[in-house]
């Protein structure tokens, strides 16, 4: 099958298609590639091999509603198709996916908590959540283990759905994590979608907007915490092709310890017959030592002026020794005294992911990262 | 009752070209009850001084030393100094994004006192000592600093030291950038302080401004990283009507002569 091609706009990407032939091997100076360190993909970009199957367990949902397909046209067609080789290679290499289907009309009041877990060696999987018109559904999506995954999770929400979602990165310390979390808005439908990363060595997220009819709303959050010389990248596209939707992008990361690296990407695009939309995306980071390093781009091209809003916003903070010495001056030992102002840097983002119990699960892993003991936090924090 | 000790302190600051001497031989003891002030022309090293009672890492002591009732100050780090009993209110108050005044200050309490609060009471705790300094309850959910007028900084700093309850409390400057109104509100404060026990205060200072509403038992002259001369609360009224231009002359003729 040859590649469509898209007409090209400064963000939107080229090429799309099932065949990874159709997509060069990258080499580090393409522009979407330059900030990935490629030797540390494990081959995922070139000719992998699927080593392993990913476990993929899904509870809070009755058994009939998940379901294994086949990648045939009519799961082609609720997909994102790849745009770059990863992802194609992913799909060929895993020809399927579980899908949870929520009936229109269904409020679930359970989350819906879905484990992904890759084990060592190389592996591929797709998961779908297809949300029924007027549905109302939370998916907690947690990605853990040691190998190198490559994989996609598509969120379509149906019209007028309200869709809370989450996808937390927490593999092992080795692991690399390519994925591509794409979220598709019917008319009027409402998605809130949080990434969390934490945990690989490499962890490149690729989350993608796409609305198909007008009055669409996403929320894109986004929390990362990368030390020890982790590298976390967030590629974020809107795609506003619809008139009167809306879409805000949040994403904030905190760095610590020497070679750490961190890259976001913002990328929205207006088409010119997306009037009356209203978007805004932020990128704040907060750098917690020397030698870690945060890029920071954000990417607005409107093909309309007719909007009700556009805006972006990038800022990378320090944590300093002047902020360190006065809180240590009131008697705070260092590690309490990053760990209340990573707390303060990520509650109120962590707050508005909207999934019970998930900011306190995430600061104590993070607090323990920060290598607060929890003697000390006894005696201290409360 | 605590002491605090400082003897033949000579310290140097850390700088791009290398270590520029600031202190050059200070000796002062401040013993719980007593205020003592300290007052010097600018850049006369009266911060560095203060400074290097709290530990601040950029600057290096390089003879002399610092005891709290005995034990070796210049070996704890910034915290442990803290828990031992010093505070610090500083001249230029640090700006901490994200972190609520009243997270900073809850947190700040319990490592001082080694157990956290228990929440109700501190609630009243901390509501009563802001309002015992005009400070607008707001400010409890307020970025530690964050975009605080100067005169907010400064009692936000006395908020701590009430609320701390230090042995030792050095003062850099908490009278600058003042208005009449303010500089009774803090100053009621530092005295509430003082009243509290048997605490040590030293007041650092370059105007005798504030010295009208907190009345120090010992004045000390700073000029040039030292001590040039000490007196009574008398020695304040001699340096309102004469300035500072006499203990300068006598500092170079004293810096002349080793
Ligand atoms: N961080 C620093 N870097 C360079 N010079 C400094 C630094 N801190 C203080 N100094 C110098 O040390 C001297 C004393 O400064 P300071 O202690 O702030 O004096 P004061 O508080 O009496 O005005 C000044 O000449 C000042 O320029
Ligand atoms: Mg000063």
Known sequence: MSPVMVPATDHAPVVRSFSPGDFEVPHGREEEWRFTPLTRLQGLHESPEALAEPEITVAGIDASAVQRLVLDAGLRARVSTPVDRIAAHSWQLADHATVISIPAETTLDD??????????GTSFGHLVVEVGAFATVTVLITFTGAGAFAGSVDINAGDHSHVTAGSVFESDRQAVTAARIHVRLGRDANVRSSVITLGGDLTRIHATVEYTAPGGDAELLGLFFA???????????????????????????????????????????????????????????????????????????LETGEVVGAGHASATGRFDDEQLFYLRSRGIPEEIARMLVVRGFFADILRRTNIPDLPTRIMSIIDDRLGVTDLVDEVISA | MSTLEIRNLHAAVETDAGPEPILRGVDLTVVGGQTHAVMGPNGSGKS??????????????????????????????????????LFLAM???????????????????????????????????????????????????????????????????????????????????????????ALRVVSEGVNRFRESGDTGTLLITHYTRILRYITPDFVHV?????????????????????????????????GATP
């Open chain 2, 48 to 85: 560095t001084l203060a400074y290097v009672i709290a530990g601040h890492p950029k600057y290096k002591v390089t003879a002399g030393s610092i005891t709290l009732d005995g034990v070796d100050v210049l070996e704890m780090t910034i915290d442990e100094r803290a828990r031992a009993g």
């Open chain 1, 111 to 120: 989350l819906i908590a879905v484990q992904v877990h890759t084990p060592a």
């Open chain 2, 91 to 181: 001249q230029y108050p640090v700006e901490i994004p994200g972190v609520s005044v009243s997270n900073f200050l809850r947190t700040s309490v319990g490592a001082i006192r080694g157990e956290a609060p228990k929440l109700r009471l501190w609630l009243k705790e901390m509501k009563d000592a802001m309002a015992a300094l005009s400070i607008d309850p707001t400010f409890a959910e307020r970025n530690v600093n964050e975009g605080f007028s100067g005169g907010e900084k400064k009692r936000h700093e006395i908020l701590q030291l009430e609320l701390l309850k230090p042995k030792i409390a050095v003062l850099d400057e908490t009278d600058s950038g003042l208005d009449v109104d």
């Open chain 1, 227 to 301: 030390d020890a010389g982790q590298h976390h990248e967030h590629r974020v596209f809107v795609d506003h092709s619809q008139p009167h939707c809306r879409s805000s992008v949040t994403y904030k990361g905190a760095l610590d310890g020497a070679g750490t690296h961190t890259v976001w990407i913002g990328d929205v695009l207006v088409r010119a017959g997306a009037v009356g939309i209203d978007t805004y995306e932020v990128n704040r980071n907060l750098v917690l030592s020397d030698g870690a390093r945060a890029d920071s781009v954000p990417n607005l091209e």
């Open chain 2, 222 to 254: 700073f000029v040039d990283g030292r001590i040039v001369e000490s007196g009574g609360p008398e020695l304040a009224t001699q340096l309102e009507d004469e300035g500072y231009e006499r203990f300068i002359a006598l500092a170079q003729k004293e």
